[in-house]
């Protein structure tokens, strides 16, 4: 945790409102925090808006985090830009109930690290995937192997970009390489089709 030291901010400086900390944020951040995140670029500022009973810190980050894609875990570079409020003040002992932070008031001090990573990774959408057609074509090439059915426009498109590289390498996607259907799945295809 000693690259994290620079994110600790003393609460009981006479000097902190209005005070702005600036922070490159890299590799060795994240991987100081071990998340989910392990790798990214992003530019950190800090600023205490408020100080006194609650202190308020606005902490603004921009810039992408390299994450793996949800459908084929190459690496995948994500944009991130967000803005948010955090409240601190002081107490008797450490709590975070989700509105404002309470410090306890011996120590005087908080990390802001950890509430960085947060907010970033709360800020990242639901699902990271590289655009149609974008992911490793090997993975997809193995991915299509096990699946039993692939639907929609995108599906089919990158099926036709794994069936070019199986042919681009020697190997063959045609019919004979497809394992047969459960016979009962057939069934209830066709009890489908019909409706």
Request: include cysteine; charge should be negative; aromatic fraction near 6%.
């Amino acid at each position: 945790m000693g690259t994290l030291d620079t994110y600790t901010v003393d609460l009981l400086s006479p000097e902190l409102e209005g005070k702005t900390f600036e922070y490159s944020i890299g590799d060795d951040f994240f991987a100081a925090i071990d998340g989910l995140i392990q790798r990214g670029s992003l530019a950190c500022k800090v600023e205490c808006i408020s100080a006194g009973t609650i202190v308020k810190f606005r902490i603004h980050s921009s810039g992408t985090v390299t994450v793996p894609c949800d459908r084929c875990l190459a690496d995948l570079d994500v944009r991130i830009e967000t803005s948010d409020v955090l409240k601190v003040k002081l107490g008797e002992e450490y709590s975070d109930d989700g509105e404002c932070v309470v410090v306890p008031e011996a120590e005087g001090r908080i990390d802001l690290a950890q509430f960085i990573y947060e907010f970033i990774a709360l800020s990242m959408p639901m699902t990271c995937c590289h655009e149609p057609g974008e992911c490793d074509s090997a993975m997809m090439l193995e991915l299509s192997k096990h699946q039993s059915t692939r639907s929609g426009a995108e599906d089919e498109e990158e099926m036709d970009s794994d069936r070019e590289y199986g042919e681009a390498n020697g190997e063959s996607m045609g019919d004979e390489d497809v394992e047969p259907v459960d016979e009962r799945w057939a069934a209830l295809k066709k009890l489908k089709d019909k409706q």
